[in-house]
């Protein structure tokens, strides 16, 4: 593989057998994302870009490993700029909270432990506070097939790194839909674990109790790859929690809408003809289609910014913000202080809490055995209309993605075509935490029927 042969889309398998091949080298691919990122700054995927100066210490220890031995070796990835790499800035997408750590995260070491390369910290809508990729001090993130649309946030940066071709995969966040919106604006996996099966340690906080690190990939084995070496109970993570290893067996059902999902924003006639596709193939797999309420959902959902989870945000960055009013961008910080709202009392967390555990409960045993499929976005929006109205557009992004941790449910944002030419459409599959082994399979059957990656 010469410079001239790299791929426009970088993948872990397709790396892979490059340099078992001796088609290529970890150090030519290197310089070329270097190249890449150079061409694309116009898209602001990166806060800390690909650069030699901190990313040889890692292409340099390749040479003492066996590459058989570690399954990501001298795979580049994207770390989302939220999630610590040691001896790089984080920013959370804010500069004058920017800080050094001295050591990585949890997920990072495992990866990097793996033989994975980081090559850069990617842009994010600022705190992890928003779905659209435009909330960032550092510029509003393009889409990266069509840049006048949103990229979908907050893990902006990172979808547009893995569909620029300057990251075989990229780590996200996500607390309500993060890691999935801008996978499915582009046409990825967008792979979300159980809560607590991956360390978020090393991790600014959004919503700590339901903070979530997650990958984005062009396949659904890249993902998973990924997945084997991230995962695993963290000694040092108060969140980390030990989960049973997942069986893979079909649901025998396809929970879907009773009602015709919304659509919105000046795409939904092409995003309704999509999810009705969708719904084509999914009867096509030869597993009962089963009509939910979805009420349910939008209820838990509303929970997360109606409710005192909101207060959980202000306990871990008000007094940053406290302490340099005007610093955040604006809609971020008003997002923010309404978690200092007198209403969210002590009493109010617990009423919140107990009916969220009545929501669980309803929600298990309406997905016995089964999977729920939705849309994973009803729509996307042009930059220009996030900027007229960035709270409802951001609000909209949301609606089938909010309620995901709140009900410890696991989830993967799937392709499934396109809505129209260069617009692509994802549907998202849940399961609760216990039942991954589920989603997996059933990903791994949706995308074989469908004939795309797996």
């Known amino acids: 593989m010469t410079k001239k042969s790299i791929p426009d889309k970088l993948t872990v398998a397709g790396l892979r057998a490059a340099y078992l091949n001796g088609d290529t080298t970890p150090h030519e691919i290197i310089h ?10 116009r898209f602001n995927i990166w806060i800390t870009a690909p650069d030699l100066e901190f990313i040889r210490p890692y292409l340099d220890r390749l040479s003492a490993q066996n590459p058989l031995d570690y399954p990501l070796w001298g795979i580049p990835f994207a770390i ?5 790499l040691g001896g ?5 997408g804010c500069p004058e909270y920017s ?24 842009n994010l809508d600022q705190f992890a506070t928003g779905l659209v990729g435009t909330r960032s001090p550092y510029g509003e993130a393009h889409n990266a097939l069509r840049p006048e649309l949103i990229s979908g946030g907050s893990s902006s940066g990172s979808a547009v790194a893995v569909a620029r071709g300057q990251a075989a995969f990229s780590l996200g966040t996500d607390t309500a839909g993060s890691g999935r919106v801008p996978a499915a604006l582009h046409g990825l996996v967008g792979w979300k674990p159980s809560l607590g099966s991956w360390p978020t340690v090393g991790v600014v906080p959004a919503c700590a109790s339901l903070d979530c690190v997650t990958v984005m990939a062009h396949t659904l084995a890249d993902a998973l790859e990924v997945d084997r070496a991230a995962s695993g109970f963290h000694e040092a993570d108060p969140w980390s929690r030990r989960l049973p290893q997942p069986e893979e067996k079909p649901p025998l ?11 919105y924003g000046p795409f939904a006639d092409s995003y309704r003809a999509a999810w009705a596709s969708a719904l084509v193939s999914l009867k096509e797999l030869g597993i009962p289609l089963v009509p939910v309420d979805t009420a349910l959902f939008s209820e838990a959902a509303a929970v997360l910014y109606g409710g005192p989870w909101v207060a959980e945000r202000w306990a871990d960055l008000g007094d940053f913000i406290e302490a340099n009013p005007g610093t955040a961008f604006p809609v971020t910080e008003t997002v923010l202080r309404s978690g200092a709202a007198a209403e969210y009392t002590a009493a109010s967390v617990f009423q919140a809490m107990h009916k969220l555990q009545g929501f669980k409960l309803e929600a298990r045993k309406l997905l016995k055995d089964a999977v729920l499929v939705l849309p ?17 557009t951001n609000s909209q992004m949301g609606l089938y993605t909010n309620h995901c941790n709140l009900l410890d449910f696991c989830a993967v944002s799937l392709p499934a075509g396109e809505a129209e030419d260069h617009l692509p459409f994802g549907i998202s599959l849940f399961t609760p935490a216990e039942e991954e082994g589920r989603l997996r399979a059933f990903a791994r059957l949706y995308l074989k029927n469908a004939g795309g990656d797996q």
């Open 32 to 41: 070329e994302i270097i190249e890449r990122a150079d061409r694309d700054k």
């Open 80 to 84: 989302k700029d939220n999630i610590d």
């Open 88 to 92: 790089v800035p984080t920013t959370a």
């Open 99 to 122: 800080y050094t750590p001295e050591q990585h995260s949890g997920v990072v070491e495992r990866l990097i432990a793996a033989g994975a390369i980081p090559v850069g910290k990617s």
């Open 253 to 263: 059902g396809i929970a879907v809408p009773a009602e015709p999902p919304m659509f």
């Open 376 to 392: 994973t976005a009803g729509g996307t929006w042009t930059r220009e209309q996030v900027r007229e109205d960035p709270v409802f």
